[in-house]
Every structure is written in C-alpha cells, then in structure tokens.
C-alpha cells in the first residue's frame, strides 16, 4: 500500500490515532511512518491484516482486497469518492450501492454514433447516395433538477468526396423543471404528429405538464434544412397526449409563420391520432391531418391527409437477434407536411400518396442495421418516386 493512500484514506475517517491501542500488527512498530494511520484504521476495521497479526506492507494487493477495504471506509462516513469510482466493478460486485458516488464523478457523460447509409431514389445524377455520419452526444448535469445536452455532428459525403464536410453543433438545450412544469431551451429537435408534420431542429423553448395526460406547448424558429419549407422565422405549437387502456390518443397544433419559400407564406396544421397496442409486439395507429396554407389571402393547396402505421416488434441495441417491421400508407396534402421525418422523396412532392416498408435488425450489440422502401406518387402531377434507403448504426 502507497504512502500516500494509507494516509489519505485515514485523514477521510477524521479520527485520530491516540485513541487506539498501540503495535495493532508485529510488522509495523512505533517508529515507522506509517504506524499513525494504519493504527486508527485497523481500530476503524477497514483494514485487518493477516492472520498471523502482520500487515504485509511489502505485499501487492488485489484490486478485490482494495475494493473491500474502500468498501469499508465508506460505511465509516469515510469521503473515498475517486477511490470508489476505480474499483466501481469490484464494489458492485461486493453489493455496495455507489448510485450517488457514480453520479457524482460522472457528471458529464459523453455517448456516440456512428451511421453509414446508402440510399437509391433518384435524386442524385448518377441515382444513389452514401455517407457517414458521426454524432457525439454531451450530457451534463447542472444539478438535480437541471442537465444539458449537446450534440456534435459530422457528414462526410462518401460519393464523391465533395469536401464540404464539417462538424458542427446540431444540438444543444437544457432540461428542467421549475415548479411542476418541464422545461426544455436551446437548439433541440423537434417532433410534430410523430414526424408526418415536421422533424428537425428547433431553436426555442418548451413547456410540459402533466404525466397520464401531457400538454406540451412552446416557441420559436424553425431551423434550415434541405427539404421544403423547413424554416419558419416564428412557430408556435401545442399537443396533447394521453392513454386510455391500450389506446394511446394525441393531438397537436402548430402554427409555422414566414415560411422560407414564400415570402410571408403562413401555415397551420392540426393532427388528431390514435394508436393501439394489441400487445407488447404489435400496434396499429392512425393519424388525421389537416392544413392550412394562405398566400395573398388565397387558399388553394391540398390541405388534408392521414397517415395508417402497423408495427410488430422493433430491434433494440441492447439485445443481439432483436428485429422489427414498420409498414405505413400515406396520403398527405400539400400543406399537412413541412419536414417530414421520413427517407422518402416525398419532401420534394407537392402533396403525396403511398406506401413505406421498413425492416431492422440487431446483428451483435450496438449495432443496428435498417432497411426502408418507398413507392409514392406526387398528388399534384402524378409523377413517381420510388426510394430504398439502407444504413448500419453504431451506438457507443
């Protein structure tokens, strides 16, 4: 044992030595430098020796013999946090509850992700795409009732190598609580009517209330992305969402002001959905949209759409040989979607109908490999789009 960590690990008792009885092992007499705090913890019971009354101070320990005597200066009161982060593995094992200790030393926490994609839908000249996107994730607790979280992002275009890659913050928001209401503000993603409305990022605020029944209502800007009508200078919107049995119920109303591809072009949308869970394999849900999109006081556009969805099952990182299915037929109006969540064609449609098949599947833990099919028709000029659109993700 090092110097330093016998005396270390006697000061965190904060009893002294006087007290106890003197020569507690025949190897470490008065006179040596550590006979002090091996003494007051020998007195404490951290620490026994060996049955024939030495201390073996000369001896390699086993990070299972440390772990036990961490494990006792912690049931003294000892303050032995760093110590019990190291031998984290070892207290588990002995059935020491570290929660709190673990919670302090990893106050930030860093996870990632890794996805290459490869997708044929027409788009592109040559008809196909692939790139790899990297995400890291930062989580950070501010204190019990606040965290923060960002994300670091980075695309590299594997096609043809066009060197406009570049990592950049695509996320970054606190979350907490003030009083009973959650509040969540930043760069976050935002999610209306389960991505058929609108999935990207969102510069503002959030707040929700309630636990079996949620009211969710916030404020802000539409961020910019490559789909159409993705930004919005002002949006509000609202949803709620609650469960009755296996029936799980949600609306949502959301009101995108100057919307980037016409100047001071006004949309509204509202979703009404139901979903029901026959078990814990399979669901069916649908939705029901309406929108609502004036220019000049003129309403023209298609402003009506629903959205069936059928799921069984659903592949988990955690668990190898996990899979699931996901089928949906869409028929949406041009005004029911501003940045659909979808890897379908249909963000460059002016309203469409169709029919998406998705597969995934856990080859070994953390990775995650996907397949969809698109086969929809633009309701406007009844062109056709048909996409398949593949990708293995990498979680750590």
């Known amino acids: 044992m090092k110097k330093s960590l016998v005396l270390a690990m006697a000061m965190a008792l904060g009893v002294t030595a006087s007290a106890y009885a003197a020569n507690p092992f025949s190897d470490v007499p008065a006179g040596h430098w550590a006979y002090d705090s091996i003494n007051k913890l020998a007195a404490a019971g951290v620490i026994e020796g060996y049955g024939d009354a030495t201390f073996g101070g000369d001896k390699l320990m ?10 006792k200066a912690m049931a003294k009161g000892a303050n032995v946090d760093k110590l019990a982060a190291e031998f984290a593995d070892e207290l588990d094992n002995l059935g020491v509850r570290v929660a709190n200790l673990e919670k302090k030393a990893d106050n930030v926490k860093i996870t990632g992700e890794v996805r290459y994609h490869y997708t044929e839908d ?16 930062i989580n950070g607790q501010i204190n019990d009732d606040w ?3 960002g994300m670091l992002q980075n695309e590299q275009n594997l096609k043809d190598n066009t060197g406009d890659e570049k990592t950049e913050f695509q996320r970054a928001y606190v979350n907490g609580k003030l009083g009973g209401v959650a509040v969540q503000a930043g760069r976050y993603n935002l999610n209306i009517g389960e ?22 209502a916030g404020y802000g800007k539409a961020d910019p992305g490559d789909q159409k ?30 919307i980037d591809e016409v100047e001071e072009d006004d949309a509204n949308v509202w979703t009404i959905g139901a979903t029901y869970a026959f078990d ?3 669901s069916l849900g649908a939705m029901y949209l309406q929108g609502e999109d004036e220019v000049g006081g003129v309403k023209d556009l298609d402003d009506t759409g629903y959205v069936v ?5 659903g592949a988990k990182a955690a668990q190898v040989g996990s899979w699931g299915l996901v089928a949906k037929y869409y028929d949406q109006g041009e005004t029911t979607y501003l940045d659909h969540t979808m890897n379908g064609y249909a963000d460059k449609m002016d309203g469409f109908k169709g029919y998406s098949v998705t597969a995934n599947y856990t080859f070994a833990k953390n990775i995650v490999g996907q397949v969809e099919w698109y086969d929809l028709k633009d309701k406007h000029d009844d062109s056709k789009a048909s996409t398949i659109w593949s990708q293995v993700v990498f979680t750590f």
């Not at 009508?229 to 100057?258: C, H, I, M, R």
């Open 62 to 71: 086993t990070r299972y013999e440390m772990a036990q005597i961490v494990a």
């Open 195 to 216: 991505g058929n409305v609108y999935d990207n990022r969102f510069d503002g605020i959030q707040a929700a209330y309630g636990k079996d029944v949620k009211l969710v």
């Open 122 to 137: 027409g788009k592109d000249a040559d008809g196909y795409a692939t790139k790899l996107r990297s995400r890291i994730w």
């Open 309 to 313: 969805t059928a799921k069984y099952k």
């Open 280 to 282: 814990k394999n399979i």
């Open 229 to 258: 009508g993705s930004e919005a200078e002002e949006v509000y919107y609202a949803g709620l969402a609650g469960k009755v049995g296996k029936l799980a119920l949600a609306a949502t109303y959301t009101d995108f002001n100057n």
């Open 147 to 149: 965290k923060y979280t």
